[in-house]
T-cell receptor, first 111, second 115 residues
């Protein structure tokens, strides 16, 4: 248990669905991150929230929409995804520039 | 353009022997390097790190070496144990990234320790 919880662990969705991934951290950290991990590729940073403000958006398509309602929760809203969006989505948190703690991830399959 | 590279996708080592995992980087603006370990169905967990002003950091069986001139770092595990079997990610932190940790990850090396 790393103190970062992600739900659901697995998600299968069609290209026309709308779904959301949830991340919750119990560590009192002030920064939260979304990463995408595709097969044989490095972890790709998607979004960063620092003090609940989005500070990074790395050219992520608009079909991915993050939300950070408070310092403990982070969401990734998904709509009209493509099959190539199938991947492991990882959430992490950190206190400032210190070590990131990761959740177990959501394995997403887009049919 | 991959700024952090792990050129060996996999490595097999006998239990009790040394495991050496390698990582190369290209960006001189990295000031801190980290190794993460990942088991199947779990997220990456932090293992060990090294500041760019040092050349070695040791924590129990794990030692990380940094060669700045070669832009190369390595993780040594001695002695290797079957429980060390996992995917190891090298990561590098960008200097002056603001109030959060901006890291670039490598593709990972899958280590198998054979009993």
């Amino acid at each position: 248990e790393t103190g970062v919880t992600q739900t659901p662990r697995h998600l299968v969705m069609g290209m026309t669905n709308k779904k959301s991934l949830k991340c919750e951290q119990h560590l009192g950290h002030n920064a939260m991150y979304w990463y995408k991990q595709s097969a044989k590729k490095p972890l790709e940073l998607m979004f960063v929230y620092s003090l609940e403000e989005r500070v990074e958006n790395n050219s992520v398509p608009s079909r991915f929409s993050p939300e950070c309602p408070n310092s403990s929760h982070l969401f990734l809203h998904l709509h009209t995804l493509q099959p190539e969006d199938s991947a492991l989505y990882l959430c992490a948190s950190s206190q400032d520039r210190n070590i990131q703690y990761f959740g177990a991830g959501t394995r997403l399959s887009v049919l | 353009d991959q700024q952090v590279k792990q050129n060996s996708p996999s490595l097999s080592v006998q239990e009790g022997r040394i495991s050496i995992l390698n990582c190369d980087y290209t960006n001189s603006m990295f000031d801190y390097f980290l190794w993460y370990k990942k088991y199947p169905a779990e997220g990456p967990t932090f293992l060990i790190s090294i500041s760019s002003i040092k050349d070695k950091n040791e924590d129990g069986r794990f030692t990380v070496f940094l060669n700045k001139s070669a832009k190369h770092l390595s993780l040594h595990i001695v002695p290797s144990q079957p429980g060390d079997s996992a995917v190891y990610f090298c990561a590098a932190r960008l200097k002056n990234s603001g109030g959060y940790q901006k890291v670039t990850f490598g593709t990972g090396t899958k280590l198998q320790v054979i009993p």
